[in-house]
């Protein structure tokens, strides 16, 4: 009976590690999206503060961008101005709140958060400089994810935005 008692007990052991194994690599399983779109149109500024750019300012865009697989992404973002220099060419810090709507509503979302600096004198980022925000959740097939986006403004105006989903 020991005998039998032995076996169970290694593959209960077995048993517990693999799936153990098996929920980690999920876990840690990583999906890369790419999206891109042309240049953004310009943004609905809403000049709050002071006239002019001030701590408080808000700049809103909704437009449509597609995957790496083609499929069309709607993106609806609230940039928020947390900080300005005092010089005319200085940055500015700009908080992001962000969400990539998928299959053409808004079942599935990703939602991201972050801050950057931006030209004071510029709406978007400067050229080739890439930014990284937290994935900070989702809805529909993407509920529960975590992960990362970094966003490069190319240099011929074009957006890119590598979202790493995990």
Same mark, same amino acid.
């Given at each position: 009976m020991d005998l039998?008692?032995?076996?169970?007990?290694?593959?209960?052991?077995?048993?517990?590690?693999?799936?153990?194994?098996?929920?980690?690599?999920?876990?840690?399983?990583?999906? *890369?999206?790419?999206?891109?779109?042309?240049?953004?149109? #310009?943004?609905?500024?809403?000049?709050? =503060?002071? @006239?002019? &750019?001030? !701590?408080?300012?808000?700049?809103?865009?909704?437009?449509?961008?597609?995957?790496?697989?083609?499929?069309?992404?709607?993106?609806?973002?609230?940039?928020?101005?947390?900080?300005?220099?005092?010089? *005319?060419?200085?940055?500015?810090?700009?908080?992001?709140? #962000?969400?990539?709507?998928?299959?053409? =509503?808004? @079942?599935? &979302?990703? !939602?991201?958060?972050?801050?950057?600096?931006?030209?004071?004198?510029?709406?978007?980022?400067?050229?080739?400089?890439?930014?990284?925000?937290?994935?900070?959740?989702?809805?529909?097939?993407y509920a529960g994810v975590g992960?990362?986006?970094?966003?490069?403004?190319?240099?011929?105006?074009?957006?890119?935005?590598?979202?790493?989903?995990?």
């Amino acid at each position: 009976m020991d005998l039998n008692k032995s076996q169970f007990t290694s593959f209960f052991r077995i048993f517990i590690a693999s799936t153990f194994l098996v929920l980690t690599s999920l876990v840690c399983a990583q999906t *890369v999206i790419t999206v891109t779109h042309p240049a953004v149109p #310009a943004p609905t500024l809403l000049d709050h =503060g002071a @006239k002019g &750019q001030s !701590i408080g300012d808000v700049r809103l865009w909704h437009f449509k961008a597609k995957t790496n697989t083609g499929a069309e992404v709607m993106t609806d973002w609230i940039m928020t101005t947390t900080s300005v220099s005092d010089e *005319v060419s200085g940055m500015e810090s700009r908080i992001t709140s #962000a969400v990539f709507s998928f299959n053409s =509503g808004s @079942k599935d &979302q990703i !939602i991201i958060q972050g801050v950057a600096s931006y030209p004071s004198l510029k709406a978007t980022l400067v050229e080739s400089s890439p930014t990284a925000r937290a994935i900070t959740g989702g809805t529909g097939k993407y509920a529960g994810v975590g992960g990362w986006v970094e966003t490069t403004h190319l240099q011929d105006g074009t957006w890119q935005h590598v979202l790493y989903i995990k």
